[in-house]
């Protein structure tokens, strides 16, 4: 259950009277239980996060601005954008700390199709429940925008056009045009490289 | 890369899981080999008695601060289980304030040189101030650097090259001819002939033949004015007429030889200076040079002309030039030097004040004209003429050649008068306050222009370069998850607590872990572009740049990195094991710039490159002590 508690409300909307939310997560406890983290770990969790946005929730330009600071040099704009829809379903626009967690204990501590699950959502950025090339394309070049533009070998648009051909190609088995999770599933977990390139996450906190 | 956002590794590590499908390549596994979630603990630190208490994690933000890195470690107390400072637990709230927020917020109430001195003992950098008290922090030190400087028997060096030089000092000249480049040092015998001889024009207190010097050239340029207007004073008749003749026509001679001596000390005194200058170019476009050479110009201008009647005009008018030898003056005189100075930066205001008065005297004199125009017999005959009348009305100076003598003219004669008090005294009170004001405004603006030039450059340079870190050190991730770097290699080698380094260190393997990620997904590899030669807090030293083959060696000595030393093998040509060996006692990485180099890269060159920046153990670790005590501020 959230609680907002707002310290000052106003509907007109001017600048200087826009309502100031604050949020208070659930207790650690509940956390705990809805979450695979230790209970140390939430608060190290919390105590981090609260830094960052002392109100509690964290909106889309913060996080883009945190995302991008690992990646200095690249343009983290677009992967940022995907990865807050995907944590912000309810698309209200910002993020709060149970999602937060709930979120990174999925990915973090989840099982491979836990992770496999919030990937196809992260590829279904307008939740259709299946995922077309355009999705796939708009993932490869977001991701390739990361690198920035001291890429070597330089990047081109052939280079990504080409990966997206290929991605799409395996994960498309039937040639229909769209991946439902079915497929995607059943696709990554046959894929031997997939299999172990997640399992890299299995002990990440 | 703010060591603030390491809290967010686990986030950016999860949302790399997206990328896991499109990899091209398979993604390495983390290199630690078992996962030790590294408790925070509160840490007490005893200043002086009081306790203040923070967690480990925030003063290991700043890694390259006393607090951060194991150097505190030399101020634990076992049996307490504390680290204790003898320092000021004043200033020690503000320092653990900037663990806590990032920002070095600058306390009004505490002295300067108490501030500096806790900053650098904690190795916290001046430059890390926060935006909102760095003014203020800047403009403090700098009373003090300037109070500090007047006590001291030297007094060369004035304006720092941040501010502005105060006119009122004796030893620079607002308006003088190579002041930037006149900061000489003690003058001292080594130096040559022509430094020495421009500081002592520039500064004429410190020796006695520059104060004779400044003296004799101040005497001639009283003589040479003095001479000038006695010779135009009457003073007798000639043997062969009646009428009263000026002093100069009775002894020419004299005048002349007068004036010669005097043209020629000048003369003298420029060459000397121009030869001394160290700027030629600066010293001859400098505004005292122009006064010197149009002082001296007329008498040798006068020389050429022959005594002609056509050129004896303009030869009169050439000796008008002679007074500006008076404004050789204003390198004797300060105050000439200020006005001049604030005459140049209230430019604006004069103008503007010269625009409305000549619009009045215009809009005036033409309605006087034209009422006075029907008039027999009157002085207003044009709009110019009548402009004379309205100047000295407006002035209220009223010399009364010229008076209208219509009812029309009468009338807008007083309004004349009565608005030329108003267009006239009131805006120059205006302006002599301006004069104030402007004066110490634009000081201030300069100063803090190029107090902010400064440090935005200090800063700049001082960055720790984003993803060059990355690529400085890009340790080795294996491509086979079974087959990881053995885990003794990362770990610390030397003894001691170790817990702070580790985690430090730790964070540094997960963001690279996590470029590396992206790497393999996208099948490039991320270069750096611009690289910082250097950063303020923890360049030792350079090692020198080795143009072939494009080998770079730099330090990075924020971190105590000696177990991230593993070479990339695929970057030394060949693979070969031997190579991580070199490396791992030294933590200076070979960074190849080119990759086309990389694969011509043989092994020798990379031997004589690690040896070469072999360092042994002990030195080392005094080197990663010695840089938070002295930090380059």
Redesign the interface.
């Known amino acids: 259950m959230e609680k907002m508690s707002p310290t000052q409300n106003d509907d007109s909307g001017s600048e200087t009277e826009r309502a100031i939310l604050r949020y208070i997560p659930e207790s650690v406890d509940y956390l705990h239980s809805v979450t695979k983290f230790s209970r140390e770990e939430l608060k190290t969790l919390y105590r981090n996060f609260k830094n960052e946005c002392p109100n509690g929730m964290v909106n889309e330009e913060t996080l883009k601005h945190i995302y991008g600071q690992f990646f200095p040099d690249g343009d983290s704009d677009a992967y940022a954008h995907l990865v807050f829809k995907s944590f912000d379903r309810g698309n209200s626009g910002v993020v709060n700390f149970e999602r937060f967690a709930i979120g990174l204990s999925r990915l973090l501590r989840g099982t491979l199709k836990d992770r496999l699950r919030w990937t196809f959502e992260l590829y279904d950025a307008k939740g259709l429940g299946y995922i077309t090339k355009d999705d796939v394309a708009t993932i490869v070049r977001s991701v390739y925008k990361l690198l920035g533009s001291c890429a070597q070998p330089q990047l081109n648009d052939d280079d990504v056009t080409e990966h997206v051909d290929r991605v799409f190609d395996k994960l498309d088995l039937n040639r229909v045009g769209k991946v439902e999770f079915d497929d995607f599933y059943e696709v990554c977990t046959k894929d031997e490289s997939v299999v172990l390139s997640m399992s890299v996450f299995d002990h990440a906190m | 890369?703010?060591k603030?956002?390491a809290?967010?590794?686990?986030?950016?590590?999860?949302?790399?899981?997206?990328?896991?499908?499109?990899?091209?390549?398979?993604?390495?596994?983390?290199p630690y080999a078992r996962?030790k979630?590294a408790?925070?603990e509160i840490i007490t630190l005893n200043v002086s008695g009081r306790r203040f208490q923070a967690?480990r994690r925030t003063l290991e933000k700043f890694p390259e601060t006393l607090l951060g890195s194991c150097e505190k470690d030399y101020f634990y107390n076992e049996r307490k289980e504390e680290y204790f400072f003898d320092r000021d637990p004043e200033i020690f709230r503000h320092v653990l304030n900037f663990y806590r927020t990032g920002k070095m917020h600058f306390p009004r109430t505490e002295c300067v040189s108490a501030i500096d001195e806790e900053l650098a003992f904690f190795g916290i950098l001046p430059d890390l101030i926060a935006d909102c008290c760095y003014d203020d922090y800047r403009d403090r030190k700098r009373e003090n650097d300037e109070r500090m400087m007047d006590d001291s028997a030297d007094n060369f060096e004035t304006g720092t090259a941040a501010g502005t030089s105060p006119p009122l000092s004796t030893s620079s000249t607002v308006l003088g001819a190579g002041t930037g480049k006149a900061k000489a040092g003690a003058p001292s015998t080594e130096q040559s002939l022509r430094a020495r001889m421009w500081h002592a024009f520039e500064n004429p207190h410190t020796s006695t033949p520059a104060l004779v010097f400044y003296y004799v050239t101040g005497f001639f340029i009283a003589v040479s004015v003095i001479a000038n207007i006695v010779e135009t004073v009457p003073c007798g008749k000639p043997t062969n007429s009646e009428i009263m003749k000026p002093c100069g026509e009775l002894h020419p001679k004299i005048f002349f030889c007068l004036d010669t001596a005097c043209v020629t000390i000048f003369s003298v005194e420029y060459l000397m200076r121009l030869f001394a200058a160290p700027n030629r170019c600066k010293f001859l476009r400098s505004v005292m040079s122009i006064i010197d050479v149009v002082a001296i110009l007329p008498y040798y201008i006068g020389l050429t002309i022959t005594d002609n009647e056509d050129v004896s005009g303009a030869f009169v008018t050439l000796r008008v030039f002679r007074v500006f030898r008076i404004f050789k003056f204003s390198r004797h005189s300060q105050g000439l030097r200020i006005l001049g100075y604030t005459l140049k930066s209230c430019a604006s205001e004069l103008g503007f004040l010269l625009f409305s008065i000549t619009m009045a005297i215009i809009i005036f004199a033409t309605v006087m004209f034209y009422a006075e125009k029907g008039l027999e017999g009157t002085t207003f005959v044009s709009i110019p003429a009548a402009s004379w009348y309205t100047i000295v009305t407006m002035t209220t100076l009223g010399y009364g050649d010229m008076v209208p003598r219509t009812i029309a003219g009468k009338l807008f004669g007083s309004l004349c008068s009565l608005s030329g008090v108003l267009v006239i005294a009131l805006p120059v009170p205006v302006i002599v306050s301006n004069f104030g004001r402007i004066y110490s405004q634009s000081q201030r603006q300069d100063k803090r222009r190029a107090q902010k030039r400064a440090r935005l450059a200090r800063i700049n340079a001082g960055k720790p370069t984003?993803?060059s870190s990355y690529y400085r050190r890009k340790p080795d991730f294996p491509e086979e998850?079974d087959n990881p770097p053995p885990v003794n290699e990362l770990e610390v080698t030397s003894n001691g607590p170790q817990r702070n380094t580790n985690l430090v260190n730790r964070f540094e393997i997960d963001?690279f872990h996590?470029?590396n990620?992206?790497?393999k997904?996208?099948n490039?590899?991320?270069?750096?572009?611009g690289i910082a030669p250097h950063s303020t807090t923890t360049t030792m030293h350079h090692l020198h740049e080795n143009n072939e083959p494009h080998i770079r060696r730099e330090s990075h000595g924020s971190k105590h990195s000696a177990d991230l030393s593993e070479c990339s093998r695929s970057r030394c040509g060949g693979g070969n094991t031997e190579c991580q060996n070199k490396y791992k006692t030294t933590p200076f990485v070979i960074r190849v710039r080119s990759?086309s180099m990389r694969a011509q890269l043989s092994d020798e060159q990379v031997a004589t490159a690690t040896s070469n920046s072999m360092i042994g153990e002990d030195a080392m670790h005094s080197l990663k002590y010695c840089q938070s005590k002295n930090p380059i501020i």
């Open positions: 890369m703010s603030a956002v809290a967010w590794l686990p986030f950016a590590r999860a949302a790399a899981v997206g990328w896991v499908p499109v990899a091209t390549n398979n993604l390495p596994p983390i996962h979630p408790e925070d967690w984003k993803s998850p963001h996590l470029l990620c992206l790497e997904t996208t490039h590899e991320i270069f750096e572009t990759p």
